[in-house]
T-cell receptor, first 116, second 113 residues
C-alpha cells in the first residue's frame, strides 16, 4: 500500500529495554522526520534525515538513535528506554523543501509507546 | 528553534458558527511557510491549510481560511460553518527554507450541536 506506515502502533516495554519504532514510506521522499507528542508540548522534533545516510538532531534527541540505510526506511531506536520516553511518536516524510504538494510533510498514524 | 505560540488551549464553537484559532510565531526570516494541521481523536495528522510568507493573499481551503499578518507575525485559522467533524486538536506550524516543522502546543476545538 502506498503511503507512510509506522509499526508497531502500540508498544509497552520496561525501563532499560531497547525499543525500535519502524517507519516506512513508499514515495521515495528524500526527507524523513521523527516527532514525539506529549500533552502540553505539541510535537517536538527528535531527529530528521535529508537523504539516505544523512541524519541530524532535532530539538529533543537525547536517548534516541536513528539510521537511514535505505531511502524508504527511518527506524527510531530507544537504546535504554526510560519512563520519560512514554509518548506518541510520529514519523513524517516529504519530497523537498518547497511548498508544492509533494514537499508538504505527510505523517504516519503514530506509535504509542508506554515505558513502565 | 523558532517559537510558535497558540494562546488558546481550548476553544468551543456551536455547529454552523464561525471560530478563529490564533497563532503567533517568532522569526527573523523573510521567507518561510506556515501550516495548520488537524488531529482528530484517531491521532492522524491532517494538513488543513498552508501559506507561503511572500504571498500576501490569504490562503483558503473550502470552509477554512487564514488571516496572515506578516508584520505582526500572526497566522490565525478561521473555520466557517463549523461541523461536528471539525472537533479536533489544531496545530499551527512554521517552517523555514529547511525542512523540519516547528509546532505550537495546539488548540483543542470542541464543536457543540
Amino acid at each position: 500500500d502506498a503511503g507512510i506506515t509506522q509499526s508497531p502502533r502500540y508498544k509497552i516495554t520496561e525501563t532499560g529495554r531497547q525499543v525500535t519504532l519502524m517507519c516506512h514510506q513508499t514515495w521515495s521522499h528524500s526527507y524523513m522526520f521523527w516527532y514525539r507528542q506529549d500533552l502540553g508540548h505539541g510535537l517536538r522534533l527528535i531527529y530528521y534525515s535529508a537523504a539516505a545516510d544523512i541524519t541530524d538532531k532535532g530539538e529533543v534527541p537525547d536517548g534516541y538513535v536513528v539510521s537511514r540505510s535505505k531511502t524508504e526506511n527511518f527506524p527510531l531506536t530507544l537504546e535504554s528506554a526510560t519512563r520519560s520516553q512514554t509518548s506518541v511518536y510520529f514519523c513524517a516524510s516529504g519530497a523537498g523543501t518547497g511548498l508544492s504538494g509533494a514537499n508538504v510533510l505527510t505523517f504516519g498514524a503514530g506509535s504509542r509507546l508506554t515505558v513502565l | 528553534a523558532q517559537t510558535v505560540t497558540q494562546s488558546q488551549p481550548e476553544m468551543s464553537v456551536q455547529e454552523a458558527e464561525t471560530v478563529t484559532l490564533s497563532c503567533t510565531y517568532d522569526t527573523s526570516e523573510s521567507d518561510y511557510y506556515l501550516f495548520w494541521y488537524k488531529q482528530p481523536p484517531s491521532r492522524q495528522m491532517i494538513l488543513v491549510i498552508r501559506q507561503e510568507a511572500y504571498k500576501q493573499q490569504n490562503a483558503t481551503e473550502n470552509r477554512f481560511s487564514v488571516n496572515f499578518q506578516k508584520a505582526a507575525k500572526s497566522f490565525s485559522l478561521k473555520i466557517s460553518d463549523s461541523q461536528l467533524g471539525d472537533a479536533a486538536m489544531y496545530f499551527c506550524a512554521y517552517r523555514e527554507s529547511g525542512y523540519a516543522l516547528n509546532f505550537g502546543k495546539g488548540t483543542s476545538l470542541l464543536v457543540t450541536p
